[in-house]
């Protein structure tokens, strides 16, 4: 199902973005505010991960539908095959802005060197890759189908919202630092240094899409050192 329902305890990058969603909602959001250049007043709802929907993930037309858009100028069956992006995180603003977001807790998490879909699906999303990474005006010799295929891809359903759909979509990465339960523990300076040499990898420079992509680098100690969580939703 393109809903899945999360178990009660998780571990890295999903359990700390729980956290931080229910948990650190108010820090979270200014955080995400400024990343992305939203303005303070319009505020973020967030539809997943929340305990009020057993912290379940979307993916497929569940995710367009969590999202609200209904129907859309180009369904995302004809860009995108099924058993696509299994997005960490979905908000929206009361403004209208739609935030997909992707959370990471250590970099060997960040590398998957390709889609294991069918031969069929394969070709469309090349085909969805190529699309997207030209209106990325990306490198022309940048890989977008290998090592990095799960960052790419997330940058294609960012082009498939605003692009083809004239929707105003925002791409969220937050990379957790120093999280306890991960097998290599990154630093801030980890992740800011991977933040780069991604892009370099993808052969992203300047490109239309630039201001509505941002990261959040936040260290795990420094999260829970708020002096009480937020209500728990």
């Known amino acids: 199902m393109p809903r899945r329902t999360r178990p009660a305890t998780t571990q890295r990058s999903e359990h700390w973005l ?5 948990q650190y909602e108010v820090v ?8 992305l250049g939203i ?5 973020i709802e967030w539809l997943s991960p929340v305990r009020s929907d057993d912290f379940a993930e979307y993916f497929d037309q569940e995710f367009v539908d969590r999202l609200g858009l209904g129907e859309l100028d180009v369904p ?6 099924k058993s696509g992006p299994r997005w960490d995180g979905l908000a929206r603003t009361k403004s209208g802005k739609l935030i997909l977001v992707e959370a990471k807790a250590y970099i060997e998490e960040a590398v998957d060197y390709k889609s294991k879909a069918g031969a069929d699906s394969k070709a469309r ?6 699309t997207a990474k030209a209106a990325f005006r990306a490198t022309a010799d940048a890989n977008w189908e290998e090592p990095l295929y799960q960052y790419a891809n997330r940058l ?3 082009y498939y ?3 083809l759909n004239k929707r105003d979509a925002y791409l969220l990465f937050v990379y957790f630092a120093n999280a306890p339960d991960v097998p290599n523990p990154c630093t801030s300076a980890h992740w800011e240094g991977a ?5 370099k990898c993808l052969g992203l420079g300047a490109h239309p899409f630039r201001p509505y992509i941002g990261s959040v680098v936040w260290s795990v100690g420094e999260m829970l050192s708020n002096p009480l969580p937020q209500p728990t939703r």
Do not use: C, M, Y
């Open 18 to 22: 729980r956290v931080a969603v229910n």
């Open 28 to 35: 979270l959001n200014q955080r995400v505010q400024t990343a």
């Open 39 to 43: 303005d303070a007043t319009d505020t």
């Open 76 to 81: 995302l069956n004809d860009f995108w095959p």
């Open 125 to 130: 999303i090349s085909k969805a890759l190529a």
């Open 156 to 158: 294609a359903h960012l």
């Open 161 to 163: 919202l605003r692009e």
């Open 195 to 199: 933040i780069r040499l991604a892009e």
